[in-house]
């Protein structure tokens, strides 16, 4: 179970630019379910993450793994048991060094970082059978730096760095945004395959409707810092990208715009 | 004088490895150089002229130019003091330390014997007695180059090159690059410190002042061997930084012999760097015009 217990965050408090973006902000998710999540820009989907993350601290309120409290633990320490894929396809990978060598140093997280080889030679045809399937030609390529790939191909690399060690989080921000249409599918079926096969809990936030509704076992729409819908089991099947929408609609219009 | 540059060339090849570390690698505009240099210098100077072997020296000059790192590192992560700032601090703190660890602004060893000259070396043969010097420094400066190949292809190795590269994927790997950046600034200040106590022991006495330019020397020698050899990507970085500080310290001995004052160096070493920068952004905007 991951828990966030009435969260309240502040931008810039003690500015004039102050914004009061969650306010006794509640959730928890079920371990293993996989959560789409949709809303307006500057709902606060990202600020969600990042504060599950310990990318951004927070004024009040408890963030709870399996109900050990990490609210005060540092971020790097948390993506011990979490992978996260961030919108920009050049945030999950470093662009001067070749695939093997971002995949060799993904393929040893969890373990020391040592005076030992970088690269393990006995991986490497299993790195290009990973890679293979992908129809993206990055098999042939290990030894190119990743900084010369498309973005969809650094995104999906990024995927994958995210995901080949044993975690139990996924956290995805819009990590199909920057991809055109076709690759989007792709890795939107990559994500998909890896999550149900390590049964990762999942966090994906995402401003492709579709993919929001066919995705994932449980719906949520975000809202000015609050959940404004929330939709699991055959209720989340029954729902049309059509319904979303309208939703969308809706609620802009309680706003006045 | 051909001997001369290629010994002072290689002698600061070991400090351009140590600058590629930080601003090749790590992106980080370290001036603690300026102060690490001397201080490896110091500490050689001293222990030598108190009977320690000088090979040993140089070993106790790099712990101490990792300290002066570890200080540095400290300040920029912990304190969270911009990466520029940082460096000017453990910098102008270091002045002062490296005075009271050598006593006194100049120090000359020429009493007693150095890595350099001593019983072995006055044994050799005339033919190769003159060669010994730079032969004895192209080797140093070889081990330190194979040395830091090697860890950068270990996994401690590649995580330096991220935490440079894209520190965010540092963090997503469960590591601190806080941490990262330290051990970084570390191992570049210990070469950084070698390379003074090698000068040490070259021109046989420390003086306070020999520091100042050090930064200016690595990252010209880093941006000529770099910029150079860009299209030789069998290259390695290391052998690229090493020709471009022979190549560098060429271009100043030349300028001195043309008439200029050996007082002139740092003046003629700060206008070779502008001429340096100005010439590759030259040739990027003819590229760019091309393209
Ligand atoms: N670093 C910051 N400083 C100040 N305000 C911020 C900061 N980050 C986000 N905000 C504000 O918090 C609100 C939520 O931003 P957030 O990035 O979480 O939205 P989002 O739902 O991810 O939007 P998008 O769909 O555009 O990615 C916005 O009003 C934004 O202006
Ligand atoms: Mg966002």
């Not at chain 1, 790097?76 to 996260?84: A, C, E, Q, S, V």
């Not at chain 1, 579709?210 to 719906?219: P, T």
């Not at chain 2, 490895?17 to 690698?25: E, F, S």
């Not at chain 2, 830091?148 to 469960?174: E, H, M, P, Q, W």
Request: net charge positive; hydrophobic share 45%.
């Amino acid at each position: 179970m991951l828990e966030f217990q009435s969260i309240s965050k502040v931008y810039n408090p003690g500015t004039v630019h102050e914004t009061l973006l969650f306010q006794d902000f509640s959730l928890s998710i079920e371990d293993h379910s996989f959560v789409t999540v949709v809303g307006s820009n500057g709902s606060g989907k990202t600020s969600m993450l990042n504060i599950l993350c310990g990318t951004i601290p927070v004024e009040s309120g408890h963030i709870l793994i399996g109900g050990q409290d990490i609210t005060k633990m540092k971020e790097f320490k948390r993506y011990r048991r979490m992978g996260r894929v961030y919108q920009d396809p050049a945030k999950g990978t470093c662009p001067t060094m070749t695939i093997l060598e971002n995949l060799s140093m993904a393929d040893n997280k969890g373990k020391p970082y040592g005076l030992t080889r970088g690269t393990n030679k006995a991986r490497i045809q299993e790195y290009k059978d990973m890679l293979a399937p992908l129809g993206l030609g990055l098999e042939d390529k290990l030894g190119i730096p990743v900084g010369n790939l498309s973005g969809g191909q650094r995104q999906t690399l990024a995927l994958l760095m995210a995901t080949m060690t044993p975690i139990d989080f996924l956290i995805l921000d819009e990590h199909t945004a920057a991809l055109d249409p076709k690759t989007a599918e792709i890795v939107m079926e990559l994500t998909n395959k890896i999550v149900q096969e390590k049964k990762l809990t999942t966090l994906m936030v995402t401003h492709n409707l579709r993919h929001a509704v066919e995705y994932g076992d449980r719906l949520l729409m975000m809202h000015q810092g609050q959940i404004v819908l929330d939709k699991d089991g055959e209720e989340k099947k029954n729902t049309k990208v059509d319904d979303l929408l309208s939703i969308f609609n809706s609620i802009s219009i309680e706003c006045g715009n | 004088m051909i001997l001369g540059i290629l010994e002072q060339g290689l002698i600061y090849g070991i400090l351009a490895l140590g600058l590629l570390i930080t601003y090749r690698i790590l992106d980080f505009p370290d001036l603690t150089v300026d102060s690490s240099f001397p201080l490896g210098a110091a500490v050689s100077a001293v222990l030598t002229l108190n009977g320690m072997h000088p090979a040993l020296t140089l070993l106790c000059g790099m712990l101490a130019g990792a300290l002066a790192g570890l200080i540095t590192g400290f300040i920029h992560v912990k304190c969270k003091v911009r990466d520029l700032l940082s460096g000017i601090i453990t910098m102008t703190a270091l002045y002062s330390i490296n005075l009271r660890i050598a006593g006194k602004a100049n120090v000359p060893i020429f009493g007693t014997d150095t890595l350099f000259r001593n019983e072995f070396t006055r044994a050799l043969p005339a033919w190769i007695s003159d060669y010994s010097t730079v032969l004895l420094i192209l080797l140093i400066t070889l081990a330190a180059k194979l040395l830091l190949d090697l860890f950068l292809k270990t996994k401690a190795g590649y995580l330096l090159r991220a935490a440079g590269d894209n520190a965010s994927v540092v963090t997503t790997l469960a590591k601190d690059q806080g941490s990262v950046k330290i051990v970084g600034l570390m191992i570049a200040n210990a070469l950084v410190a070698l390379a003074g106590a090698v000068m040490c022991q070259q021109q046989r006495f420390f003086d306070i002042s020999m520091g100042t330019g050090t930064m200016v020397i690595g990252l010209a020698s880093v941006i000529i061997g770099t910029n150079l050899f860009k299209t030789f990507s069998f290259m390695k970085s290391t052998t690229m930084a090493i020709i471009g500080s022979i190549l560098y310290k060429g271009c100043v001995s030349l300028a001195i012999s043309l008439g200029l004052e050996a007082t002139d160096m740092k003046l003629i070493t700060a206008v070779l760097f502008l001429l340096i920068l100005v010439a590759g952004q030259a040739k990027r905007k003819k590229v760019r015009i091309h393209a």
